[in-house]
């Protein structure tokens, strides 16, 4: 099982920057697509941004133009630049990952889960 590990979260005030990390496990063999996800208290979990192998990105429209998702193939690691955070971007961030492990079999993994607090 492919586990991922997530870095970055913390407390920011309005208009400050955070960069989330997510590592795979050495198992992940061919990673298609990453993304990130958030949810905040009393919703549903939400997609942020996401990147395929290919390097195509989708961003939801309230991060678009202050998000950016990268990822680092060789490392096996997405990342997730956030800048002019605003309060409404607190929430919990998940990573998700999907590919395909060195046994050539099919993974889809979530990370634990780090928090991202944007309050004065």
């Known amino acids: 099982q492919v586990q991922l590990v997530e870095s970055g979260g913390g407390l920011v005030q309005p208009g400050g920057s955070l960069r989330l990390s997510c590592a795979a496990s050495g198992i992940a063999f061919r990673i298609l697509t990453m993304g990130w996800y958030r949810q905040a208290p009393g919703k549903q979990r939400e997609l942020v941004a996401a990147i395929t192998l290919g390097g195509t990105t989708n961003y939801a429209d309230p991060v678009k133009g202050r998000f950016i998702i990268s990822r680092d193939n060789a490392k096996m690691t997405v990342y997730l630049q956030m800048n002019n955070l605003k309060p409404e971007d607190t929430a919990v961030y998940y990573c998700?990952?999907?590919?395909?492990?060195?046994?050539?079999?099919?993974?889809?993994?979530w990370g634990q889960g780090t928090q991202v607090t944007v309050s004065s």
């Open positions: 998700n990952e999907n590919g395909t492990t060195i046994g050539l079999k099919a993974f889809d993994s």
